[in-house]
């Protein structure tokens, strides 16, 4: 027969982190003050979205000091982002934007070719490089084309088969220089050109409204405002224009289709 013998319990030793001895070859463990809090990242709700595509445009353009926005500024470089949804569903509903492709191409200014040191100095583009350029009725086929291959434009007819939206860093780009252009260079001033119709977000007004976000750098790009453009978008912001074109809006200086008046551009 099995007895049950009871045995007389070990005697109780205090426990205390003092007596833990670390290998002498371990990495000294970092202090509780110095492990840095990592604070959850906020959930957002997607927006639904009306544009299939966004257009990210920084362009420079032609100018000379003493002048302002009334000055008749050719377009010396035109580049753009193009920006496509990857979670948009039959919904509208999306957050997520990616960089799908880059247009770039200088520009060759033909009212006055010649850039001045101070257009230099604001742009960083020299002579050089507007020399090689193409003219800009060159350079707005060239981005028709690329229109058309990436499904915004119908490849026949030149019309938008696709909802997409132009972002700008304010309300320039857009609105005065390729508007300008378009008169200088006497580009299907009407109509004006599909690409061109239609309203722009300001995504400086858009920033405006919350805290936080990436500022827009004193030397700005396409692809820095289209880093903030995707920001917004995560953050559940619905992407719309804010600011309006007017195509057939007139300046002083301009008179027959690519003329432009001397005697009102006197500096």
């Not at 409204?209 to 820095?224: A, W, Y």
Request: net charge neutral; hydrophobic share 40%; glycine share 6%.
């Amino acid at each position: 027969m099995f007895s049950v013998v009871a045995q007389r319990p070990l005697p109780f030793t205090p426990f205390t982190f003092g007596s833990i001895r670390p290998h002498p070859d371990a990495a000294p463990m970092p202090s509780i003050e110095s492990v840095p809090v990592v604070e959850p990242e906020p959930l957002y709700t997607p927006s639904h979205q009306p544009f299939d595509a966004l257009l990210v445009l920084d362009v420079e353009a032609t100018c000379q000091e003493g002048t302002d926005f009334q000055w008749p500024n050719e377009i010396i470089e035109f580049p753009v982002c193009l920006l496509k949804w990857t979670d948009k569903g039959k919904t509208g509903k999306a957050s997520k934007l990616e960089i799908v492709d880059e247009f770039r191409s200088f520009v060759k200014p033909t009212w006055r070719p010649n850039l001045t040191q101070f257009c230099t100095n604001l742009t960083g583009i020299t002579q050089e490089q507007v020399d090689a350029a193409p003219h800009f009725p060159e350079v707005a086929d060239m981005f028709t084309a690329f229109l058309m291959k990436h499904g915004l434009l119908h490849p026949h007819t030149g019309e938008r088969i696709a909802r997409f939206c132009w972002c700008t860093d304010g309300p320039f780009d857009v609105r005065d220089f390729v508007v300008k252009q378009c008169f200088i260079s006497n580009v299907s001033i009407i109509p004006m050109p599909y690409w061109i119709r239609g309203d722009v977000m300001d995504v400086r007004k858009a920033v405006g409204i919350l805290s936080g976000l990436p500022q827009i750098q004193t030397k700005k790009d396409s692809r820095n405002i289209a880093r903030i453009v995707i920001e917004l978008a995560r953050r559940g912001i619905c992407l719309q224009p804010n600011t309006f074109i007017h195509p057939g809006r007139r300046w002083a200086w301009m008179g027959k289709h690519g003329q432009i008046l001397e005697e009102y551009c006197m500096t």
